[in-house]
């Protein structure tokens, strides 16, 4: 149980185009999901709190017309990248929180490039 | 606020041997503790939690860890680790029902 599924893997795009990744949670709902971005051989940083059916909560230093989140089921966050430029070419990572347990399960993850 | 700390970036071992992945946290309050790993290009997979009871904890694979509320560390333990143990390793933390904050992650590395 507890399985989280990322669409695409893999996106290669054009400078300027904007990118749509999906975040879904398989087998349970998920009132919270996170987006997360991780640099090669970085750590995990956290870009935004997705809760269902609200406005998304940003970390500080992210932007929020840039990186737009959609929480709009229990078992489906998107995150698009607007207007991507090379800079914006990174592993993007969801989890999903298994309700009162505070247990983040994670998807597989994006590989983004932008060229 | 919360940090995660891990000591190590990088530790190689030889196969069958034992071996400490080293996490310690600062918090001013309670809080759960997780190790998760990750394998090459893929996402994370919960190894093990700390949420409340025992103080150690076992978790898939083999491994276990510490919970030492004085000390603040959690470190994760193998007694005998195999190739496919080679992955990175990321300690994190949260308080409740807040955002995880993860360690810098450390590279374990086996070798026959």
């Known amino acids: 149980g507890a399985v989280v599924s990322q669409h695409p893997s893999r996106v290669i795009c054009k400078s300027g185009t904007s990118v749509k990744i999906e975040c879904r949670s398989l087998?349970?709902?998920?009132?919270?999901m996170f987006w997360y971005r991780q640099f090669p051989k970085q750590s995990l940083m956290l870009m935004a709190t997705s809760n269902e059916g609200s406005k998304a909560t940003y970390e500080q230093g992210v932007e929020k017309d840039k990186f737009l989140i959609n929480h709009a089921s229990l078992t489906l966050s998107t995150l698009t990248v607007t207007s991507a430029h090379p800079e914006d070419s990174s592993f993007y990572i969801c989890?999903?929180?298994?309700?009162?347990?505070?247990?983040?399960?994670f998807g597989p993850g994006t590989r983004l490039l932008v060229l | 606020a919360q940090s995660v700390t891990q000591l190590d970036s990088q530790v190689p071992v030889f196969e069958e041997a034992p071996v400490e992945l080293r996490c310690n946290y600062s918090s001013s309050v309670s809080v759960y503790l997780f190790w998760y790993v990750q394998y090459p290009n893929q996402g994370l997979q919960l190894l093990l939690k700390y949420l409340s009871g025992s103080t150690l904890v076992k978790g898939i694979n083999g491994f276990e860890a510490e919970f030492n509320k004085s000390q603040t560390s959690f470190h994760l333990r193998k007694p005998s680790v195999h190739i496919s143990d080679t992955a990175e390793y990321f300690c994190?933390?949260?308080?409740?029902?807040?955002?995880?904050?993860f360690g810098q992650g450390t590279r374990l590395t086996i070798n026959p």
């Open positions: 087998d349970f709902q998920a009132t919270t």
């Open positions: 994190a933390v949260s308080e409740g029902a807040q955002k995880l904050v």
């Open positions: 989890s999903a929180q298994l309700g009162l347990e505070e247990t983040q399960y």
